[in-house]
């Protein structure tokens, strides 16, 4: 059963234009959430988090929004730029459950188009 | 910065070889964990450790086993290596507390003929 769900496979976007990743889950103990970015043949790389007590981090380009009630989250990136293309995966943690791995979506694959 | 090691990127074995992936951290984290990638799959959890000779199976730990010997190293290893094995393999290390970021290696991709 999956905790971690990112429903788009893959998006393409405009260079310039907003990016938009969703992610949902389904576990009520989850109280902190990444994203990660992905390059072929490359480990993945923190990007931003959240924890469950705001709704909303920014860092530069990258904004992380979180709704609580609808188990939902998305990663904004504004402009985007071809560099951004890439896997994103969404990650989430129970820190108040103890020492949980991390719970990853099976990730979407973006394509930022010149 | 914090450095996670595999070590190999590229490695190609046979049918029921004994495989090694190692890795390697050199922030004293306490927490390793392992991973398989596979397109439309994500990320998928083999094993993890908290601690030196700890480890506590993932969500596929079929066909690999793990050793921690020293905190800085969690090895993988493939019993018996087989097709379905073929994939990409990425090791990760953290605190146990904040900040809670799992830093990845460069993974290994491994193909098995």
């Known amino acids: 059963d999956q905790q971690v769900k990112q429903n788009s496979p893959s998006l393409s976007v405009q260079e310039g234009r907003i990016s938009i990743l969703n992610c949902d889950y389904t576990?009520?103990?989850?109280?902190?959430f990444l994203w990660y970015k992905k390059y072929p043949a490359e480990g993945p790389t923190f990007l931003i988090s959240?924890?469950?007590?705001?709704d909303k981090n920014e860092d530069g380009r990258f904004t992380v929004f979180l709704n609580k009630s609808a188990k939902h989250l998305s990663l904004h990136i504004v402009p985007s730029q071809p560099g951004d293309s890439a896997v994103y995966f969404c990650?989430?943690?129970?820190?108040?459950?103890?020492?949980?791995?991390?719970?990853f979506g099976k990730g979407t694959r973006l394509s930022v188009i010149a | 910065d914090v450095k996670v090691t595999q070590s190999s990127r590229y490695l190609v074995k046979r049918t029921g070889e004994k495989v090694f992936l190692e890795c390697v951290q050199d922030?004293?984290?306490?927490?390793m964990f392992w991973y398989r990638q596979d397109p439309g799959l994500g990320l998928r959890l083999i094993y993890f450790?908290?601690?030196?000779?700890?480890?506590e199976k993932g969500d596929i730990p079929e066909g690999y086993s793990v050793s921690r010997e020293k905190k800085e190293r969690f090895s993988l290893i493939l019993e018996s290596a087989s097709t379905n094995q073929t994939s990409m393999y990425l090791c990760?290390?953290?605190?146990?507390?904040?900040?809670?970021?799992?830093?990845f290696g460069p993974g290994t991709r491994l193909t098995v003929t």
């Open positions: 450790s908290y601690d030196v000779k700890m480890k």
């Open positions: 990650a989430a943690s129970a820190r108040g459950s103890g020492n949980t791995p991390l719970v």
């Open positions: 959240i924890s469950s007590i705001k």
């Open positions: 576990n009520s103990m989850f109280d902190y």
């Open positions: 990760a290390s953290t605190t146990q507390g904040p900040p809670y970021e799992q830093y």
């Open positions: 922030m004293d984290h306490e927490n």
